[in-house]
Structures are given as structure tokens and as C-alpha cells.
């Protein structure tokens, strides 16, 4: 893997001072892959990071985050993975993988440029809803030295639905996946969610809708097989020794028109199942429901995103710093 350019202002999407920078990674069957790491500096120079990975139909751009860390002495990082957002090329399949380990290679890599090339040596994962599924059987595959915490906002760590569709359902998912990827799961979508975030729509944080659109992604067989295994690998358990917070909504739903549960539940994921699961991930970790939060927490409405800043700072304040 190189840097095929080096760190450069993200012009692109956020502008100064983010800069960011392409891992450049082996070809797969649709041809050329990348990832993109993005940067925001803190004020002084630093050996404290946080690196984070994004959730499905998804991408960085959660500068209010960046910011909040920035403010805290560290530097932060951004990976946009293989297939999404600044990272999608036009040859690909948005999002598409037929397994989690696909990610290992630019996680790798760009904890290599964080650590090494830039000498950090206190670093906190982090991650959202699908990333917090990948993240989290990354580091319990490479147990990085220098990993002091990691925040898991609203982690995909089982499906959600009934008991029965989650035993019955996930054999049926495994062997199409394996026998026909490319299938399309059927599903039905709102378009509530990214609405309720989007500032041209009922939110108030702007994004590229081509990488994070109202109706999401197609969803293939393929890939629906891969997150089931990585469930199944979290669920034989983990051994991320650094302290876990595990964030989620207090509650979930599923609302069928835009209204106060859009805008204060987690109307993607059943945070039943997150409590559940979060035990699975380390011997040291911390959950916490907020309530009136969003499935993306730190994208909830003010006084909640407060909230759970405030309990980021306790949490790292106490585990981490």
C-alpha cells in the first residue's frame, strides 16, 4: 500500500483545515480500490488521536465531532472505507464487500500513518453503527499497543427484528450470499432517517446525498452474509482490553412519517440488541443509553448531543486521559 498523494486540503467536501489523503490498495473484481484518510489538526501539536470509522451508506463528515476531540488536545482522523464516500469510484459497487477482513488491510494502514509516520501514541477508536461492528474485530485481531479507549456509537452488533427471523433467517441469508451475492435483499425504505439529519430536508447538518442518499443503498445478498459472520465472530466473543464506551438511543422505533420519534429514537437499529451485544466486544466496557438521541447519537437534536458529549467527557476523562 503507498500514499498515492500525500495530505492535501479536502477541498472537495470540508475544506481547510481538513486535509486528507488516499490509501491506495490492491484491485479487486471491479478493478482499482482506495480508501481516503481525513485529518483535522488540533491547535498544539500532539501524540493523542482518534481515528473514525463510519456506518453503512455512510461517509465523514461529522465536523462537530472533529471538533469536540480537536478541543481535548487530539488530533482526529477519518476513514472513509473502500466503497464509500470520497472513496467511491465510479467502476464500483457503492459500499459492496463479501467480507469484514476486507477492511483489515486500509485500518492497517492508516493506523500505521497515525502511529508511525505521525507519532501518536495514544489513540481512540471510534466508530458508528456499521463501523462499530468492523472496528471492533479489528482491534481485537491486531490488539494495536497503542489503543487507550474506544467510543462505539450505536454499533450494528446483531439484527434487529424478532428472535425467530434472527435464528431462522440468518442460515437461508448465509447460503444465498455464498450461492448467489450479487442478489438483491428487498427492503423497504423511508427516507426518514436521512431526512430528519439532512438541512434541505427536516435536519440540520449538510451532506452529500449521493453518498449518504434518502433511500440508502441496495443491499446484496453478499454483503448481508458478510456482516452475519462478523456478528457471529462478535458474538463467540472479544478481547479488546482498552475501555469501551457503548453509546445508543434509549429507545427504538419504527415510524412510518416524520414525527418526534424520527428526531429521538433509533429508528435504524434495535438498541435491545446493542446493550445485549456491547458486553461481547471487551472486559471493560461502559454503556449508556441517551435519551431522545438519533441512531447516529453525536447527529441527535442539541440538548441530546449535549448530553452525550457529556458523557463522553466523563467516560474519557475517567478510561482514557
Given amino acids: 500500500m503507498t500514499e498515492t498523494t500525500g495530505p492535501r486540503i479536502d477541498e472537495d467536501v470540508l475544506g481547510a483545515p481538513y486535509l486528507a489523503e488516499e490509501i491506495e490498495l490492491p484491485d479487486d473484481d471491479e478493478g482499482p480500490v482506495v480508501a481516503t484518510l481525513v485529518r483535522r489538526p488540533a491547535d498544539e501539536p500532539t501524540t493523542r488521536a482518534v481515528l473514525h470509522v463510519h456506518g453503512f451508506a455512510d461517509y465523514f463528515f461529522h465536523t462537530e465531532l472533529a471538533e469536540w476531540w480537536n ?4 488530533d482526529f482522523y477519518a476513514l472513509d472505507l473502500r466503497k464509500y464516500g470520497r472513496s467511491i469510484r465510479p467502476h464500483q459497487t457503492p459500499n459492496f464487500t463479501l467480507d469484514l477482513h476486507d477492511y483489515y488491510p486500509e485500518l492497517t494502514e492508516a493506523w500505521r500513518r497515525i502511529t508511525e509516520r505521525d507519532g501518536h501514541d495514544h489513540v481512540v477508536g471510534s466508530a458508528h453503527s456499521t463501523g462499530g461492528l468492523i472496528l471492533p474485530l479489528w482491534l481485537d485481531h491486531e490488539q494495536p499497543p497503542e489503543l487507550t479507549g474506544v467510543v462505539l456509537n450505536s454499533p450494528w452488533l446483531d439484527m434487529q427484528g424478532s428472535a425467530a427471523l ?3 433467517g440468518t442460515p437461508v441469508v448465509k447460503q444465498v450470499g455464498a450461492r448467489q451475492p450479487r442478489r438483491e435483499i428487498r427492503r423497504t425504505v423511508t427516507g426518514l432517517y436521512t431526512r430528519s439529519l439532512h438541512s434541505g430536508h427536516e435536519g440540520e447538518w449538510d451532506f452529500n446525498l449521493d453518498w449518504k442518499p434518502l433511500q440508502s443503498f441496495t443491499v446484496y445478498a453478499g454483503w448481508l452474509r458478510a456482516i452475519r459472520n462478523g456478528h457471529a465472530e462478535l458474538h463467540r466473543g472479544l478481547s479488546v482490553a482498552a475501555p469501551v464506551l457503548v453509546l ?3 429507545a427504538s422505533s419504527v415510524p412510518n412519517e416524520m414525527n418526534e420519534q424520527v428526531h429521538g429514537t433509533d429508528i435504524v437499529l434495535d438498541v435491545r ?3 445485549r451485544w456491547s458486553t461481547a466486544i471487551g472486559p471493560h466496557v461502559t454503556y449508556v ?14 440538548a441530546v448531543r449535549k448530553a452525550a458529549y457529556d458523557v463522553l467527557d466523563r467516560w474519557r476523562t475517567a478510561f482514557v486521559d
Avoid: K
Avoid at 71 to 74: D, F, L, T, V
Avoid at 289 to 295: L, T
Fill in 273 to 275: 440488541q446493542i446493550r
Fill in 71 to 74: 478541543a481535548r488536545g487530539y
Fill in 166 to 168: 434472527r435464528v431462522l
Fill in 289 to 302: 443509553a441517551v435519551e431522545g438521541a438519533r441512531h447516529d447519537v453525536v447527529l441527535s437534536l442539541p
Fill in 248 to 250: 445508543s438511543s434509549g
